[in-house]
């Protein structure tokens, strides 16, 4: 840029003019409102910090966000009729990054002991009207003519007339390509209730296992054709693949 | 600057960025105030700073962010300010070129006044003064061609003579 005004040598003349006697402070001086302005930084980052933690203690924090619930709700005792069975003990099954494994004890409906499988993608679901829960389901497992796959609801469902806490369920069917059925109109094991037992790695349910008794119940009708005894099942469940773990 | 103290090196630059700084802010006093808000900064973080080509820089572009900053913040004041006292005295008596000279710096937008500063006065390059503002090259030469015509009105000398291309 060129300069005809003579701009540089009148810039100086009038910087000398206005900073004429102009004494610097000591260096000490700049150090003091440096580490005054870094205290405050750090005292604003701690009270943020502080805030924030409050906030997520807080006892109606999970009021703010229900989609993501930081207590696991519990099923509600059902009426006391008969006493309930003493459970054998079991734990739950490890599951690889991106898979399922489900442990039973007596295991029902033609099903194996032991199973694990790949999982799709755990997302939240909507029902009804309003109605949404976070599930957990798993790739349909082949056994000859008999199928597999078992959904877990680990947040337990927002809305839902029949389940008020965590439950999860193992569908199983045969394919019959002269006699089609909906895979939700064979019975199903079904585990739910107040001594279901939820752990959660992660608190928004993309891992963790669940534990109980379980029960057969009729698809479709939701009738329950045995109740829970000693047995129980554990499903274990881990969404978080690491980039690159894809099912086969 | 490699393994000076924060101590040299604060008395070796202040008075120089103190001058640029004035002419940025027009008053001597925000410049100080500035300055050791720059200095603070640069103080906290020496050890690093100190590995720099050039911390000089470093505090020169901190001050004027921060210049902006206040700036931005005080403009509804400025202006309410400005609407009642439209030119504001320098603290020190100048000459009468001078007087002109400041007037029509203090006339320009900050932006403006920056550029012109920082490219005619510490004699930055434009690729230089965009770097240090931020802002593309072609920003910076627009501001530089309007700041110098206005300082050449406020100046009453006569400006880049216009063509016009009538088509």
Known sequence: MTDDLDLRPRLERLATELTRDALAPPAAAAYRRGRRRRRRQ??????????????????????????????????????????????????????????????????????????????????????????????????????????????????????????????????????????????????????????????????????????????????????????????????????????????? | MADGSFEEFYEATYHRLLRQLVLVTGDRGDAEDLLQDAFGRAAVRWRRLRDYQAPEAWVRRVALRLATDRARRTRRRAAALLRLRPSRPPSVELSADLLDLYNALRGLPAGQRQAVVLHHLVGLPVEEVASHLNLPVGTVKSRLSRGRAALARGLAVPGPEVIRHDR
């Open chain 1, 42 to 248: 750090l005292a604003g980052a701690g009270l943020l910090t502080v805030a924030l933690v409050a906030l997520m203690v807080w006892p109606g924090a999970g009021l703010l966000d229900r989609g993501r619930p930081t207590v696991v709700p519990v099923a509600p005792a059902p009426r006391p009729t008969t006493p309930a069975p003493k459970l054998r003990p079991l734990r739950p099954p490890q599951a690889a990054p991106g898979q399922s494994a489900v442990v039973i004890q007596d295991p029902p409906l033609g099903l194996p002991g032991k199973m694990h499988t790949w999982l799709t993608e755990c997302n939240q679901v909507k029902f009804g009207h309003g109605g949404r829960e976070f599930q957990v389901p798993s790739f349909t497992i082949k056994r000859g003519d008999q199928r597999i796959s078992w959904y877990v609801y680990p947040l337990g469902p927002v809305g839902s007339k029949r389940y008020k806490g965590p439950w999860a369920n193992i569908q199983t069917w045969t394919e019959d390509p002269n006699n089609p059925r909906d895979p939700g109109s064979f019975p199903f094991v079904e585990v739910y209730g107040p001594q279901v037992q939820v752990h959660l790695s992660k608190p928004n349910g993309r891992k963790g296992s669940i534990v109980g008794p379980y029960s057969i119940v009729q698809g479709t009708t939701y009738k329950t054709l045995r109740q829970p005894t000693g047995a129980r099942v554990a499903i274990a469940w881990n969404c978080d693949a690491p980039p690159g773990v894809v099912p086969p």
